[in-house]
T-cell receptor
Framework: GENVEQHPSTLSVQEGDSAVIKCTYSDSASNYFPWYKQELGKRPQLIIDIRSNVGEKKDQRIAVTLNKTAKHFSLHITETQPEDSAVYFCLLGFQKLVFGTGTRLLVSP | DAGVTQSPTHLIKTRGQQVTLRCSPKSGHDTVSWYQQALGQGPQFIFQYYEEEERQRGNFPDRFSGHQFPNYSSELNVNALLLGDSALYLC?????????FGSGTRLTVV
């Protein structure tokens, strides 16, 4: 079955720094790569996604990069703000949907 | 335009009982997926429904079953509840790719 590894599990940065979270997968059939943000006690929210026909997508301070050859995709957050503090998950799946293990991002003022 | 709605928001059941959770998808979405999220963990995929049939299933026992209705709404049923079934149950709907999540049902089994 699909295997997804997400790193790091926790990430602490100072406000204004950049943060990078990476997911590595094994299923080469995957063609859609979303990232979700989940604040404490709230539902996961889709923040950005990328399809396998592009290598990078950017939306203001958030970007996702995809390397299909190496089978990994990464979430990049620039100029981090305290409200970016949350748990971030990648999601993968062609036959079965699998979330990454999550990264707890803490942005300190 | 309402997003994904789930009911109830909270539920307490006794071990051995059965429970039914409900989900109404976002308008225009035709696919519903269910996830179990234990405290401090990532969501685990239970199954996905499309055209009223179970299309994909995760590694959950047969005690977990579901249904999708012609209006695309869905139910998750769990039989013979165990203490370990206590979790947040999330429903997500989609049309193609890109899932939208409901706020979840917090199930506590005592």
């Amino acid at each position: 079955g699909e295997n997804v590894e997400q790193h790091p599990s926790t990430l602490s940065v100072q406000e204004g720094d950049s943060a990078v979270i990476k997911c590595t997968y094994s299923d080469s059939a995957s063609n859609y790569f979303p990232w979700y943000k989940q604040e404490l006690g709230k539902r996961p929210q889709l923040i950005i996604d990328i399809r396998s026909n592009v290598g990078e997508k950017k939306d203001q301070r958030i970007a996702v990069t995809l390397n299909k050859t190496a089978k990994h995709f990464s979430l990049h957050i620039t100029e981090t703000q305290p409200e970016d503090s949350a748990v971030y998950f990648c999601l993968l799946g062609f036959q079965k949907l699998v979330f990454g293990t999550g990264t707890r991002l803490l942005v300190s003022p | 335009d309402a997003g994904v709605t789930q009911s109830p928001t909270h539920l307490i059941k006794t071990r051995g009982q059965q429970v039914t959770l409900r989900c109404s998808p976002k308008s225009g979405h035709d696919t519903v997926s269910w996830y179990q999220q234990a405290l401090g963990q990532g969501p685990q995929f239970i199954f996905q429904y499309y055209e009223e049939e179970e299309r994909q299933r995760g590694n959950f026992p047969d005690r977990f079953s579901g249904h999708q209705f012609p209006n695309y709404s869905s139910e998750l049923n769990v039989n013979a509840l165990l203490l370990g079934d206590s979790a947040l149950y999330l429903c997500a709907s989609s049309l193609g790719q890109g899932q939208a999540f409901g706020s979840g049902t917090r199930l506590t089994v005592v």
